[in-house]
């Protein structure tokens, strides 16, 4: 075998290498936690905010049997966005995903997703659907661990507040569950994948082709 073709061989062997361990080591994390912070995060769009008429960013989908809410009820708790009752509850429409149901969003290919949560409970689960086919639950035990609190009190700062998830491949949709009454979401935001990712991509790709660059000009030399 030639150089050449060795060198071509080696290059495509190691970025299938190295894209295999980017799939094998995918893995949502919660990267942060904000009590009562109703506003999305910066460089975020916004997915949907549940208000009517219900609308959805372009490329997302819900499903499920869960309800759209006002108010508190039996049915579900409107998300606290302050430390005041009611006087600083979510005044309009809310997710309310009660005992039994779910919640399906499919989303076009993004790297992070944030959720405003009210009235966290160890009972409510996210199951994340990741564009190399795998999933990962991150549970409300999980969430609790790094808000600080799980027990569904309705006002609570350590209950109440937006959670950020990153992933290191992409997500192309989540379920909401609940096995209990009930995991109440609002303001969905979310984002592609960071700049900095797409830049190592770039990197990648352009290390590859730079020793196919190499390779031809050895092999012309070889040949003169």
Same mark, same amino acid.
Request: no cysteine; charged share 10%; net charge negative.
């Given at each position: ?6 060198? &071509?061989? *080696? ?6 290498? +190295?894209? @295999?361990?980017? #799939? !094998?080591? /995918? ?34 989908? &819900?499903? *499920? ?6 108010? +508190?009820? @039996?049915?579900? #708790? !409107?998300? /606290? ?36 949560? *009210? ?106």
């Amino acid at each position: 075998m030639s150089n050449f073709k060795k060198i &071509l061989v *080696g290059a495509v062997f190691a970025a299938a290498t +190295t894209l @295999g361990a980017s #799939a !094998a080591n /995918a893995a949502v994390t919660i990267h942060s936690f904000d009590s009562y912070q109703s506003a999305l995060n910066a460089n975020e769009s916004l997915v949907t905010d549940f208000n009517a008429p219900l609308t959805l960013a372009a490329g997302w989908t &819900l499903g *499920g049997d869960a309800s759209l809410l006002t108010g +508190t009820s @039996g049915l579900g #708790a !409107a998300p /606290a966005f302050g430390p005041l009752d009611p006087g600083d509850d979510d005044p309009t429409r809310y997710l309310s995903v009660q005992a039994g149901q779910v919640a399906t969003f499919t989303a076009p290919n993004v790297s992070r997703v944030s959720l405003y949560i *009210g009235s966290l409970d160890d009972y409510n689960s996210i199951t994340f659907y990741l564009k190399g086919g795998g999933t990962q639950v991150i549970t409300g035990l999980q969430l609790g661990a790094i808000s600080g609190a799980n027990d569904g009190d309705r006002q609570q700062a350590d209950t109440n507040g937006r959670f950020t998830f990153y992933s290191t491949e992409n997500i192309v949709g989540f379920d909401l569950n609940s096995t209990t009454n009930s995991f109440e979401v609002s303001n969905i935001g979310a984002a592609v994948p960071e700049p900095a990712t797409w830049a190592m991509m770039i990197i990648g790709f352009g290390g590859v082709g730079g020793m196919l660059r190499s390779a031809r000009r050895k092999q012309a030399v070889a040949f003169a």
